[in-house]
């Protein structure tokens, strides 16, 4: 009788030791049964390699969590002042807050600062140990190096056993910090907490009051050394307010311009009456008749009176108004025969040439005091120009030393504003309580946890795996056939019957 696994096969003239000789072709049903035989090689590879995970997760030590809550709200200390100019005040938004809170909780510096207030021995005793091992073997000098890498890597270890976080849009910082001794997992997060406050404390009072004192300071001293360039400029220049200089010499150009052309306007219109004047006087007599004694004209008057009295009641041919114009005529041609007024005849100096003589004397006596007038004024604006021309070219000296003083009075003043302010703020922002606060401490936890169950899980879940892989190597590494079907698979022939073991 032949095994299950001797399969007979026809069709066909190939040898059939050829045929035995190639890996069977098998399916996931022949996979199967093989895992099956090799179920207890499976078990004796699983057994050992169990037993060693749970051994090792027996050897894992238990740890206990502490934790702790923190609360944050919006402090004085958060809100971005400019320290020069107007713009006010910038609040960041809660979330970017608690993330900056969270950055100051996770700083390298609060766990050193929390670790330096135990004994090391006490946190971590096999650093320690392996450090007093190095230290006995090396020499002294390197002593100090290897315990500041001691204390880094018990540093390290800290910040890998502490947890911080917080839930969105919440201003509660949750933390947590693991060790092996559950009082001292309390006693390390409090003290991680105080050495965080405290740092906080020392990252937000950034003595703002005492580095704006010294900038006004700076400021003040700055102004002093432009008053010392002010004074010294008005010394060299010999001014005594520039302003009121300034503005003085340009009161005293117009006054001296206006009285120029008024004094110019004014000795114009003098010449030209003065020309008038001797125009008038080179017509005119100097004496005249005073006085003539001869009544033709007036009897010519009364005549021509007495011929219009008759007129009003003759008509002019009749013989009264005849005779009348006759004694006219005779008297008119007396008169013109002798070419004006005759008879003895008094003459006098001409009392309109006196007159427009004294005119034209005054006037020239104007005229010489314009001219001496008009001299004085245009020496003086000649005097004016000349400090006018001066002063303007010192202005753009003067209005650099002017913009640089006001510049430093404008930012002693702002920063004396700020210094207080910030003094005030510093008091008031002093304690952390007004914007973090501890809202449950750490305290001893009950219950410890460790990675037991875990390391027996991976231990088991690792076992299997290996008992698998040695099952599947098994499997495949067979050369016998395990059904008809992969008799048929392999050689391509089909299987007409088969012989089971008896």
């Known amino acids: ?92 938004e809660e979330e970017l807050l608690i993330q900056a809170e969270l950055e100051v909780l996770r700083s390298p510096v609060v766990a050193e600062r929390a670790l330096a207030k135990f004994p090391l021995e006490r946190v971590y005793p096999k650093l320690v140990e392996a450090m007093n091992k190095q230290m006995a073997e090396t020499p002294p000098d390197a002593h100090d190096a290897i315990a500041e890498e001691t204390f880094q890597k018990a540093v390290a270890t800290l910040r890998k056993s502490f947890k911080s976080g917080t839930a969105p849009k919440t201003p509660v910082i949750g933390t947590a910090l693991e060790h092996e001794n559950a009082q001292l997992s309390a006693e390390l997060l409090n003290a991680w907490i105080g050495a965080y406050l405290d740092y906080r404390n020392e990252v937000f009072a950034t003595n703002g009051s005492a580095s704006l004192g010294n900038q006004r300071k700076k400021f003040e001293g700055q102004l002093l050394d432009v008053e010392d360039e002010i004074r010294q400029f008005l010394a060299s220049n010999e001014i005594g307010d520039f302003e009121s200089e300034r503005q003085t010499a340009q009161q005293l150009y117009a006054t001296v311009s206006g009285e120029l052309l008024t004094n110019q306007s004014r000795a114009s219109a003098v010449e030209g009456q003065l020309d008038i ?21 007036q009897k010519l008057i009364e005549l021509r009176i007495e011929r219009e ?18 004694r006219i005529e005779k008297i008119e041609e007396y008169l013109n025969g002798r070419g004006g007024l005759s008879g003895t005849t008094r003459r006098g100096p ?28 245009r020496r003086q604006l000649a005097g004016v120009e000349a400090r006018l021309r001066r002063l303007n070219e010192l202005t753009p000296e003067w209005q650099e030393l002017q913009r640089r003083k006001t510049l430093m009075e404008r930012n002693v003043e702002n920063f004396s504003v700020r210094e207080v302010e910030e003094r005030a703020l510093s008091e008031l922002s002093g304690q952390t309580a007004d914007s973090v606060r501890v809202l449950e401490p750490a305290r001893v936890p009950i219950k410890g946890k460790s990675l037991r169950t875990p390391v027996a899980a991976l231990g088991f879940l690792f076992a299997g795996f290996t008992a698998l892989l040695a099952g599947l190597l098994w499997a495949l590494t067979r050369r016998g056939f395990v059904t008809a079907r992969s008799v048929e698979r392999t050689t391509g022939l089909r299987v007409v019957g088969s012989l089971s073991a008896a």
């Open 277 to 297: 004047y001797n125009q008038q006087l080179a017509t005119m007599e100097p004496q005249q008749n005073l006085y003539v004694e001869d009544n033709s004209a």
């Open 1 to 92: 009788m032949s095994s299950s696994s001797d399969w007979g096969v026809t069709g066909g003239s190939k040898d059939h030791s050829g045929v035995m000789r190639q890996r069977p072709k098998i399916g996931p049903m022949e996979l199967v049964i093989q895992l099956w035989r090799a179920k207890w090689l499976m078990i004796a590879v699983f057994i050992p390699i169990f037993l060693l995970g749970i051994l090792a997760a027996l050897q894992m030590p238990k740890s206990y969590e502490a934790n702790s809550r923190l609360y944050v709200r919006m402090g004085d200390e958060n809100v971005y002042r400019p320290r020069v100019g107007s713009e006010s005040p910038v609040a960041p």
């Open 309 to 326: 009295d008759l007129l009003a009641r003759y008509t002019p041919e009749s013989r009264a108004v005849q005779a009348i114009d006759t």
């Open 350 to 377: 001409n009392p309109v040439y006196q007159q427009v003589e004294q005119a034209a004397s005054n006037l020239n006596a104007e005229a010489q005091s314009l001219q001496l007038q008009g001299a004085e004024l």
